[in-house]
């Protein structure tokens, strides 16, 4: 069964420590690997997508099929970077349009 | 806004009753998704369509149908409400319907009392 686990729901840290936001996925096909992040009363919004393999806002994502993760990191959090982050997958490369996602990781960065 | 747009942004109603959730896409988006966020279930995808037809369908309920019409805007319709129809109902849209982007709107949420 296709499924994004992000086992932290809550992550805390203080301001310029670095972050990493786990995720695992569960495919058997060749996946294509998201992270969404959503600040307070915004809406939804793509942060990053494996196969563009961009750094956006400091994060950067390696997927590693070895170990079927795709972890989100940064080496230096700020406080801005405090939201909800999702996980989420594509099966089929990308060619099922719809995304299967982890249940969320809320990030607190302390001053 | 040129963003995905969905009313209404609450809505409140008693169970056993029908209700519809509006969505329009981003303009030139052809796809439309809808996904529920309940605290239990997370983010869940209901289902999907493609330029008036439907493309993909996920967990969703008998009790709930959808539709995406000529102007490409679409509607999921909400049925025989229960108290566990409580939730956030996203719409979220993308140019084509594989492999791109996907933007989402505001939500709806619903409160089945």
């Known amino acids: 069964a296709q499924r994004v686990t992000q086992p932290e729901k809550l992550l805390s840290v203080f301001k310029g420590a670095p972050v990493e936001l786990k995720c695992n996925y569960s495919?058997?096909?060749?996946?294509?690997l998201f992270w969404y992040v959503q600040y307070s009363r915004q809406r939804l919004q793509l942060l990053l997508r494996?196969?563009s393999r961009e750094s956006i806002k400091g994060f950067t994502a390696d997927l590693n099929k070895g170990e079927t993760s795709f972890h989100l990191k940064k080496p230096f959090a700020q406080e801005e970077d405090s939201a909800m982050y999702y996980c989420?997958?594509?099966?089929?490369?990308?060619?099922?349009?719809?995304?299967?996602f982890g249940k969320g990781t809320k990030l607190s960065v302390k001053p | 806004d040129s963003g995905v747009t969905q009313t209404p942004k609450h809505l409140i109603t008693a169970t056993g009753q029908r209700v519809t959730l509006r969505c329009s896409p981003r303009?030139?988006?052809?796809?439309v998704y809808w996904y529920q966020q309940s605290l239990d279930q997370g983010l869940q995808f209901l289902i999907q369509?493609?330029?008036?037809?439907?493309?993909a369908k996920g967990n969703i309920l008998e009790r709930f149908s959808a539709q995406q019409f000529p102007d490409l805007h679409s509607e999921l319709n909400l049925s025989s409400l229960e108290l566990g129809d409580s939730a956030l109902y996203f719409c979220?849209?993308?140019?084509?319907?594989?492999?791109?982007?996907?933007?989402f709107g505001p939500g709806t949420r619903l409160l089945v009392l």
């Open positions: 303009s030139g988006d052809l796809s």
């Open positions: 989420a997958l594509s099966g089929d490369g990308g060619s099922q349009g719809n995304l299967i």
């Open positions: 495919y058997s096909g060749s996946p294509e």
């Open positions: 369509y493609y330029n008036g037809e439907e493309r």
């Open positions: 979220a849209s993308s140019v084509e319907g594989q492999g791109q982007t996907q933007y």
């Open positions: 494996h196969i």
